[in-house]
């Protein structure tokens, strides 16, 4: 079974940058499309960017846009997410997933992801 490693989160001033990765040991790694999402006790789990298997389409929740970019490189099992601009409302424990559906479709955050990692915290704060 597929399974991710998320690491990279950490503290930063509102305005402030992180790099987040995540990682699998996997052959299989480039039939997936990868997501993030995120987590705060308390409310639902929100998407947040998706990344097909060649990395030829990209989507960022509307939230995140022109802040956020996500990249992968298959041949590391990698994928990573470059946070720039941070906010309070960005604090989150950020996770990694795995889908073999689309990430171009409408309904891509929906569905059901498989991988899932400890998670990584971003805490935003002044």
């Known amino acids: 079974q597929l399974q991710f490693v998320e690491s990279g989160g950490g503290l930063v001033k509102p305005g402030g940058s992180l790099r987040l990765s995540c990682s699998a040991s996997s052959s299989n790694f480039d039939y997936y499309t990868i997501g993030w999402f995120r987590q705060v006790p308390g409310w639902e789990r929100e998407g947040v960017s998706c990344?097909?298997?060649?990395?030829?389409?990209?989507k960022y929740v509307d939230s995140v846009k022109g802040r956020f970019t996500i990249s992968r490189d298959n041949e590391k099992n990698t994928v990573w997410l470059q946070m720039n601009g941070l906010k309070p409302e960005d604090s989150a424990v950020y996770y990694c997933a795995a889908t073999t559906r689309p990430c171009a479709n409408a309904g891509y955050f929906h569905y059901e992801h498989t991988g899932w990692g400890q998670g990584t915290q971003v805490t935003v704060s002044s």
């Open positions: 990344i097909s298997t060649t990395g030829g389409y990209v």
